[in-house]
């Protein structure tokens, strides 16, 4: 069970699902989570790190910082060069596609197993 307040980063098109590549999401829906409950609390807006298939390490930086004060990045796809780039910041990815609420549930779920091995 997650006791503290903390924010996850979910990349998605439509607010709906969890579809984007982390280097494709032009947007972050950012979720507090707290005792099991997740609420949407704001989207910010980022410029994609990949554009026509050229990647953009200042770009990189720049959008992990936005997300920075999240401890959880929720995508479709992360390449391992970003994946690194978040963990070496204190955020970390996972690619749990899906219904938002369901890939959140999912986290959660992981969580809470992993901390049983703690």
């Known amino acids: 069970m997650v006791k503290e307040t903390e924010k996850i980063a979910v990349a998605s098109s439509d607010g709906i699902v969890v579809n984007r590549h982390f280097g494709h999401a032009g947007k972050f829906y950012i979720y507090e989570i707290a005792d099991d409950d997740a609420k949407l609390v704001e989207t910010r807006k980022v ?43 204190g955020v970390i990815p996972y690619e749990i ?5 369901e890939s959140i549930q999912q986290l959660l779920n992981y969580i809470k197993i992993k901390k049983l091995f703690e």
């Open 47 to 89: 410029e994609p790190v990949c554009q026509g298939g050229n990647h953009d390490d200042r770009r990189l930086s720049e959008n992990i910082d936005k997300i920075g004060d999240c401890k959880y990045l929720l995508v479709s796809k992360i390449g391992y060069g970003a994946a690194a780039v978040a963990e070496q910041r």
């Open 97 to 101: 596609p899906g219904v938002i609420e």
